[in-house]
């Protein structure tokens, strides 16, 4: 009886009627093509309810932000057959994310899904920042992802004064353009494996990130809102406090934050002040 009542309340929780939600109601998502779980990359409890809720809609793929095309293809079924095995075979100890323990639970909750990776590697991306987006993806991608074009100076302006803040305020002014590009190109190639994977094998499809590229209006979903309308979306995020009856997704969860060092030290040449 309880899973029904939370189908039906979750079934009204459309990007026009946003809400915060508890983990349970991961079992019971609204329907979609693509289904967004962002996350913060070193909080286990995210990657618990991303698992939980790959578990439970059993998607055609999964796309991850943390791995490249290549990295992809190694998880065959034998490479996934066990942690150490899969952990191995990605190369995750040498990729600078968090514990693979944190996200080996969510490979194996939907074990016939396919996996897709939509990383760009270092080096392109910087080549992408340096030379323009076509150094990263081709034009035609490019184009229907609106990265031939500017942003509007406001959008532009307000996406720069985010990365700067990001990066504790201790970047020159003139790295925020590279940081905004990047960011962009990061959420087009997040968006073009998605619609390919959706294309290719059906819904729906599993896309695991971070929060920032699961946000609605500048994020992944606006892209396949561009690209791709016909396709339905939902985005769900996971925060540490309360972002407040504006927040950027369909859906979001809030729990509780991860003990950790102060992020802006390593920018400052400061020491761990235990804040």
């Known amino acids: 009886m309880r899973a029904a009542l939370v189908a039906a309340a979750l079934a009204a929780a459309t990007p026009a009627a946003a809400e915060r939600i508890d983990a349970s109601a991961l079992e019971a998502l609204p329907p ?23 578990a439970a809609l059993q998607p ?10 290549e990295q992809a293809r190694r998880a065959t079924a034998d490479s996934r057959a066990g942690r150490d095995a899969l952990e191995s075979a990605l190369g995750w100890a040498e990729s600078g994310w968090p514990d693979f ?38 034009a035609g991608d490019v184009a ?14 307000a996406r720069e004064a985010r990365q700067a803040e990001a ?13 905004v590009l990047a960011q962009r190109l990061r959420d087009a190639q997040l968006a073009g494996a998605a619609i390919a994977a959706v294309d290719a094998l059906g819904g729906p499809v599993v896309v695991i990130t971070g929060n920032g590229h699961a946000e609605t209006a500048r994020g992944i979903p606006a892209l396949l809102d561009r690209a ?4 339905s979306v939902l985005s769900v995020g996971q925060l540490e406090a309360d972002p407040g009856p504006e927040a950027p997704f369909d859906l979001w969860i809030v729990t509780d934050p991860v003990d950790r060092p102060d992020p802006c030290a390593a920018f400052h040449g400061q020491q761990d002040s235990g804040r």
């Open 101 to 138: 323990g944190m996200y080996h639970p969510i490979f194996v909750a939907a074990p016939e899904a396919r996996i897709h990776g939509a990383a760009i590697p270092r080096e392109v991306l910087f080549d992408a920042v340096a030379n323009g987006p076509e150094a990263a993806m081709d």
């Open 228 to 231: 791709r309308p016909d396709l």
């Open 167 to 179: 990066h504790c305020n201790a970047l020159p002014d003139t790295a925020l353009p590279g940081m």
């Open 144 to 157: 229907r992802f609106g990265l031939d074009r500017p942003l509007p100076a406001p959008e532009q302006a």
């Open 32 to 54: 979609a093509d693509i289904v967004i779980l962002g996350e913060v990359h070193d909080n286990p409890a995210h990657h618990q309810n991303q698992a939980r809720a790959v």
């Open 60 to 69: 055609s793929a999964l796309v991850f932000e943390m791995l490249t095309v």
